[in-house]
Nanobody, 127 residues
Framework: QVQLVESGGGSVQSGGSLRLSCAAS????????LGWVRQAPGQEREGVAA???????AYDASVKGRFTISLDNAKKMVYLEMKSLLPEDTAMYYC?????????????????????WGQGTQVTVSS
C-alpha cells in the first residue's frame, strides 16, 4: 500500500524559510516522480516542484530560485526547502507520486499526473 506522509509545515513571516519533508513507501518501482503540489483556499491545485528518481527536477516559475527540491532515493524521502517565503505561498502543500511516469518531470507536474497523494501540510506566511 502506497503511503505519502508530509511534515514540516507551519507559520512564518514573510521572508522566512521552511523545509517540508515527505516519506514515500509501499512501492517498488524504480521509475517514479515525486512532486509538491499546493492549493490555496478557493484556488485550484498547482504543481510547485517535482523530482524524478534520476534527480531531474522541475519548478514552477513562481518559486524558481526560492524553493529547492531534493530526493533521498535510498530512503524515498523528498524535501522542499522554501526560502524568501511570500504571503502568496500560503497554501496546503501536498506530496504526490507518479509511478512509471509517461511524460517528463515538468509535464507530470504541470498536468498533476500523479497516482497517489498525501494528506497535506499547511504553510502559512504572514506579511
Amino acid at each position: 500500500q502506497v503511503q505519502l506522509v508530509e511534515s514540516g509545515g507551519g507559520s512564518v513571516q514573510s521572508g522566512g524559510s521552511l523545509r517540508l519533508s515527505c516519506a514515500a513507501s509501499g512501492f517498488t518501482s524504480s521509475s517514479y516522480s515525486l512532486g509538491w503540489v499546493r492549493q490555496a483556499p478557493g484556488q485550484e491545485r498547482e504543481g510547485v516542484a517535482a523530482i524524478e528518481n534520476d534527480d531531474s527536477a522541475a519548478y514552477d516559475a513562481s518559486v524558481k530560485g526560492r524553493f529547492t527540491i531534493s530526493l533521498d532515493n535510498a530512503k524515498k524521502m523528498v524535501y522542499l526547502e522554501m526560502k524568501s517565503l511570500l504571503p502568496e505561498d500560503t497554501a496546503m502543500y501536498y506530496c504526490a507520486l507518479a509511478l512509471d511516469p509517461a511524460n517528463s518531470v515538468m509535464s507530470t507536474m504541470e498536468g498533476l499526473e500523479y497516482d497517489y497523494w498525501g494528506q497535506g501540510t499547511q504553510v502559512t506566511v504572514s506579511s
